[in-house]
């Protein structure tokens, strides 16, 4: 309750402007934001720490392809940034892992 009444006051004051509803229960994420996040990136393609909302690429793939039949119906999903760098030291993503989320953020 305490989380509508915040969405609420926070709709009331911005009016239409868009909203990105990052973290939000996706129960809720359709009647208060326009905007729904996947997992967050990072330059490695798998999880860093335990569980699916870990920042990493394939977090942030199999979100946004879960929330695909959603984008457009009851948001627009935002695939967070794409990390397009050469591969070194503060990246290890291949170029088919960058590529790839490049083409399904797409």
């Not at 006051?9 to 934001?33: H, N």
């Not at 039949?69 to 503060?90: K, M």
Request: glycine letters at 8%; charged letters at 15%; hydrophobic letters at 45%.
């Amino acid at each position: 309750m305490a989380l509508r009444q915040g969405l609420e006051t926070i709709r009331e004051a911005i009016g239409d402007k868009f909203l990105i509803g990052c973290g939000m229960p996706l129960g809720l994420q359709s009647a208060w934001s326009m905007a729904c996040v996947s997992a967050l990136m990072s330059p490695s393609h798998g999880a860093t720490a335990a569980g699916p909302a870990a920042p990493s690429t394939y977090n942030a793939l199999a979100t946004t392809i879960a929330r695909l039949s959603s984008h457009g119906q009851l948001w627009l999903n935002d695939p967070d940034c794409a990390i397009v760098r050469r591969r070194g030291d503060d990246n290890n993503l291949t170029h088919e892992e960058a590529r790839t989320f490049l083409a399904v953020a797409a």
